[in-house]
């Protein structure tokens, strides 16, 4: 199917497989392991394979337990594009989302030792770039072949 | 005394409980609930627990086991017991300095590094 990428991604319109399963972690592995097979098929990486498998299992696991919160009744709308040069995935949830730039630095010393936070802050280091929709329900992980296996944490690091 | 696991293997030995993973990937939200169970009552087995946690079978984990291995540091520490981590592999070791779970944790090259930096009893 044909999709408009966030205009942030400068993808344009993209044609993408759809798959939506059911909001549990269990029916969140199908999508994973079509993607993954994917991308041994297009010649990734162990490196790059292990930061997508990484960012897709956080996207999953925030989508069903944070956006769905967990009900049965709702649904995770994964789609993807691989080409030999690029990998575009999005997960949707149907949550009210959230604001992402509100969840504080799992990394800053106070926050070291707190359980959770992780998930986001490992999906944007693994990913060339990491968008959400308007109102935070839909992440959009792109990542380029060209680039290092974990781009973002490579920025951050240069950035301070 | 061994708790039976399916997702651990767990050895006692000079006073240090040794455990290796016996899952791949430390990644299912079940399973890491069940792996964090199984050592927490390893760690209240006893005051003071020595424990090394062995990565050498892992080869993926996901925030979620990083948010279990967190917990179980607190817990070890208020028992005024040792967490040692050893053989994780590049790519893991990756995460924990992205996520700067390094400067938490004690982590080992091999196991045998890590054994002889416990303190002796």
Wanted: charged share 25%; proline share 5%; aromatic share 4%.
């Amino acid at each position: 199917m044909i999709v408009h990428a966030p205009p942030q991604l400068r993808l344009g319109s993209l044609d993408m497989a759809e798959l939506v399963v059911p909001n549990d972690l269990r029916s969140a592995k199908a999508p994973e392991s079509l993607i993954l097979g994917e991308l041994e098929r297009n010649g990734y990486d162990g490196d790059c394979i292990f930061g997508l498998k990484l960012a897709l299992e956080e996207a999953m696991t925030n989508a069903v337990k944070h956006g769905n919160r967990g009900d049965p009744a709702k649904h995770i709308t994964v789609r993807y594009r691989i080409t030999p040069d690029q990998v575009v995935i999005m997960v949707a949830d149907e949550g009210t989302g959230f604001a992402p730039e509100c969840v504080p630095d799992p990394t800053s010393d106070e926050n070291l030792e707190r359980p959770n936070g992780r998930g986001i802050m490992l999906m944007q280091c693994y990913m060339s770039r990491v968008c959400y929709n308007a109102c935070g329900n839909e992440v959009w992980l792109v990542k380029d072949r060209t680039d290092p296996p974990n781009p973002g944490w490579e920025s951050r690091l240069t950035e301070g | 005394m061994e708790q039976p696991s399916s997702h651990l293997k767990i050895r006692h030995a000079d006073g240090v409980a040794q455990v290796e993973f016996a899952d791949r990937k430390i990644l299912e939200e079940l399973s890491i609930q069940e792996i964090g169970d199984e050592l927490d009552r390893l760690v209240e087995s006893s005051a003071g627990v020595r424990l090394l946690l062995n990565f050498r079978n892992v080869d993926h984990l996901s925030s979620a086991a990083l948010g279990m291995l967190v917990t179980l540091n607190k817990k070890v520490k208020e028992r005024n017991g040792e967490l040692r981590l050893s053989d994780i592999n590049r790519q893991i070791f990756e995460v924990f300095k992205i996520t700067k779970l390094n400067r938490l944790f004690e982590i080992h090259d091999t196991a045998e590094q890590a054994l002889a930096g416990f303190s002796r009893r």
